[in-house]
């Protein structure tokens, strides 16, 4: 698939309004004391038989990741769903295929330079959204994966993603449309926050503010 060159095109991928131009700047993590981190195939090993919560009695199998390894970009969501469940793979449902077009539009793929993660690695029952104690026992992982994937940037996608990793209980209303810093194992990385996909498919009026969100990614990102 393409890249979509035009502002129609862009506009296409993401069923949005008008847009505008961009302005490329980059900002890297600052590298202080990056420590050494778990392999990500030790770390996929650990979480595939890990029973630190009553989630791993109704998976089917543990989600771990998806994408480039390393890539620039690390995507975090929230939990895998039906589909991801059955899959095995992050985002492969409808919101997948969203997120999918919202990453193409500003020149990112999973097949590329995208690395896609979730805070919980189990499916909750019936999509339930997670609860506290599951996101307690399961985030070192996802912390230990950002640190051995070391990406230049964040797109945190969902409330439980961007208060997980921003240590708020703000709204994600309230958080976007400015970069944040992550700080994981001594390494400070910039974060974009927006709504989640399957969010956006149930309320498609927001998706101009995701857009808005992307041109922010976009803006701090030059290697996309
Ligand atoms: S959700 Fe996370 S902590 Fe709970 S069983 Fe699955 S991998 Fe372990």
């Keep these: 698939m393409n890249q979509p060159r035009s502002k129609a095109e862009l506009f296409g991928a993401m069923g949005l309004g008008p847009v505008w131009e961009l302005r490329n700047s980059t900002t890297a993590p600052s590298k202080t004391a990056v420590r050494e981190a778990a392999s990500l195939s030790e770390l996929r090993q650990t979480v595939s038989i890990c029973t630190a919560c009553s989630l791993c009695e109704s998976r089917t199998q543990t989600v771990f990741s998806d994408g480039v390894e390393h890539a620039p970009l690390m995507v975090v969501g929230e939990a895998p769903g039906a589909d991801e469940d059955a899959m095995g793979l992050p985002f492969v449902g409808r919101a997948g295929v969203l997120l999918d077009k919202m990453l193409h539009a500003v020149g990112a793929s999973r097949q590329k330079n995208v690395y896609i993660a979730n805070v919980l690695k189990c499916r909750p029952p019936a999509n339930r959204n997670p609860e506290a104690g599951e996101i307690r026992q399961c985030s070192p992982y996802l912390f230990q994966q950002i640190a051995a994937n070391q990406p230049k940037i964040l797109l945190l996608v969902g409330r439980f ?62 290697v996309l």
């Design 161 to 222: 993603a961007i208060q997980t990793l921003l240590n708020t209980d703000k709204p994600v209303g309230e958080l976007r449309g400015k970069l944040h810093h992550v700080t994981i194992e001594g390494l400070s990385i910039p974060a974009v926050v927006t709504y989640h996909p399957a969010y956006l498919l149930r309320r498609p009026g927001e998706k101009a503010k995701a857009w808005d969100d992307l041109l922010l990614l976009k803006q701090h990102q030059s």
